[in-house]
């Protein structure tokens, strides 16, 4: 089985997500922007190790601690997409800004296009290229989890700010109707910041996307 467990991490509780399969007892962490030993202490926590990084995007409190994690831990880092790559060779300079001790920039051992999968164990997650808040951005969904990684893309009742270099509205609102909606109503995502919700749930009341 696959199973999760979502850890606020950094000043700016950023959703950090562990996610193990059971069988293999092996994990990847999504997003780790900072807090490491908090993450680590989940794994152990759980009886697994951490295997992979996967990255969202590049913002710092999404992946601030990404280098010093896959150093400490000798692990591959997967993702974002290369349109992130000015957001990457920012870290350290958005570290500095924010406070964030452990930002670094690092090179992803394998980037992201939309339609890749990655895999844990037996089990795989489909990516998708999501743009908008950041041209990087990715999701990552797991049909065997009904459950679908979304970063900054989307949240319960709200949708990632665009007005960052690059960010755009409009190219965020079709990743969302034609990217996630797809996956399924019922499908429960976790964003970046924030409560769980579905995407039924944000299709019917979300001020930004609702109706669509
Ligand atoms: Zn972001
Ligand atoms: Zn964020």
């Known amino acids: 089985m696959l199973h999760y467990q979502t850890i606020p991490v950094t000043p700016f509780q ?3 997500s562990l996610v193990w399969d059971d069988t293999t007892q092996t994990a990847a962490v999504i997003d780790p922007g900072g807090d490491l030993e908090r993450l680590t202490a989940a794994a152990d926590a ?3 190790r951490i295997t992979q990084i996967w990255l969202t995007h590049a913002h710092i409190d999404h992946a601030g601690g990404t280098a010093t994690l896959a150093r400490q831990l000798q692990v591959p880092i997967i993702g974002p997409h290369p349109g992130d790559q000015f957001w990457i060779d920012g870290l350290a300079e958005q570290g500095r800004r924010f406070g964030f001790p452990q930002a670094e920039v690092f090179t992803p ?3 992201l ?6 895999e844990l164990g037996a089990y795989m997650l489909t990516v998708r290229h999501c743009p908008g808040h950041t041209p990087g951005h990715v999701v990552f969904h797991s049909a065997d989890l009904n459950r679908a990684f979304v970063g ?4 319960a009742g709200s949708i ?3 007005d960052f270099p690059q960010g755009d509205h409009a190219t965020l609102i079709a990743s ?3 990217r996630l909606w797809p996956m399924g109503n019922d499908t ?3 964003p970046g910041h924030g409560p769980e919700s579905t995407f039924g749930r944000e299709r019917r009341s979300n001020p930004y996307v609702g109706g669509t």
């Not at 296009?113 to 990655?118: H, L, S």
């Not at 900054?152 to 949240?155: A, E, M, Q, S």
């Open 176 to 178: 969302i109707t034609e």
């Open 46 to 48: 759980h009886g697994v």
């Open 14 to 16: 950023q959703n950090c």
């Open 152 to 155: 900054d893309v989307l949240f």
């Open 188 to 190: 429960v995502f976790i």
């Open 160 to 162: 990632g700010r665009t």
């Open 113 to 118: 296009a939309d339609g890749d999968t990655v």
């Open 109 to 111: 051992t394998r980037w």
